[in-house]
């Protein structure tokens, strides 16, 4: 079996990865948060430098990106092979409209012909393994029908379904019937997506999903980071010994923030968008989030934390 840590865009950066590695374990694969072009042909800045190998020295990182074309897709290929990856993502599951509008992410999903007429002209000229995370559709969850039996004519590495459509966002449930007929539909490398929150909906899934192996955690590791260990080896800390792994890992965070930007503030506003998400997995998080959220400056925000905590 094996679990991925899911990316997500300003939180599953380099800094929360390599403190994920520091002090949890579990995690078998990294993915990074996509990257994107600018208007003026260069790529996004951000992106370019959570992937660098300086900021991943221990983590073996899948990147990321998002194109709806062919100049484009190579344009941030060849920056992710300059870099020595052997192995790529392309992001056809970002549901916003601003994105989708403009054939990006989802928005390709519901014209399969441009999907194939790309790979047509993408995977002759691609030295590296290419492999998709994708919505099950733009308008609705059919639309996977018609593009993962044409998807077995290309040597994709791998296909990580979230199982939703992009409209829902990421409102409404995962379509798991849908799931299930995914299923016998491609010969690829197969990843559920979508909801895992706990050992339970893993367990339930897994019974579900018979022959599924590759299995992706977003938002429940945001909130819980130690789900992984959970999932792969039935250990669940006890409240104290959880806190204390929470106070390493966000010292390894705090650490990795300051010395990427010596300024204090974005190290402060990085932290408390990590604890929106993690306070959730505590009983008291609602009050901790709350005084947080009012911190002025990053010693403050870490007194009050590690105080807490
Ligand atoms: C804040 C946020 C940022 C995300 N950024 C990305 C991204 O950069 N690339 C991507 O493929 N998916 C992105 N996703 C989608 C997640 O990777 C994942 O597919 C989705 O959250 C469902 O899985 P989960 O229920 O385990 O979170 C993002 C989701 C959220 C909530």
């Excluded at 806190?243 to 010292?251: D, E, G, P, W, Y």
Aim: include cysteine; aromatic fraction near 12%.
């Amino acid at each position: 079996m094996q679990l991925a840590l899911a990316p997500l865009q300003t939180y599953t950066d380099y800094h929360f990865r390599n403190a994920h590695l520091a002090v949890f374990k579990g995690v078998d694969k990294f993915y990074a948060p996509y990257l994107k072009m600018n208007n003026d042909g260069t790529i996004k800045n951000a992106p370019k430098i959570d992937i660098l190998p300086k900021n991943n020295p221990q983590i073996a990182v899948i990147p990321q990106l998002m194109a709806c074309g062919e100049e484009e897709f190579f344009i941030m290929a060849d920056y992710i092979e300059s870099l020595g990856y052997k192995e790529l993502n392309w992001n056809m599951g970002c549901p916003y409209p601003m994105v989708t509008n403009r054939n990006l992410g989802a928005g390709i999903l519901n014209k399969p012909s441009e999907i194939f007429e790309l790979f047509d002209h993408i995977f002759p000229k691609l030295k590296m393994g290419l492999g998709i995370k994708m919505r099950m559709g733009l308008e609705n969850t059919s639309e996977i029908l018609e593009i993962l039996p044409r998807l077995n004519d290309y040597p994709l590495t791998e296909i990580i379904i979230h199982a939703r459509y992009a409209k829902q966002l990421y409102n409404g449930p995962c379509d798991h019937e849908r799931f299930q007929e995914c299923i016998s539909l491609t010969k690829h490398p197969l990843t559920y997506n979508g909801d895992i929150e706990s050992k339970e909906d893993f367990d339930e899934l897994q019974i579900k999903f018979k022959g599924i192996n590759h299995w992706m955690i977003g938002r429940g590791a945001m909130k819980n980071p130690s789900l992984f260990e959970e999932i792969q080896f039935g250990t669940v800390d006890s409240g104290e010994v959880y806190r204390n792994k929470l106070t390493l890992f966000s010292q390894h965070i705090i650490t990795s923030l300051l010395e990427c930007n010596p300024d204090k503030g974005y190290a402060l506003s990085k932290m408390k968008s990590y604890w929106e998400y993690l306070s959730e997995g505590l009983s008291d998080g609602k009050q901790l989030y709350r005084k947080l959220k009012k911190a002025k400056s990053i010693s403050d925000f870490s007194e009050l934390l590690f105080e807490t905590l």
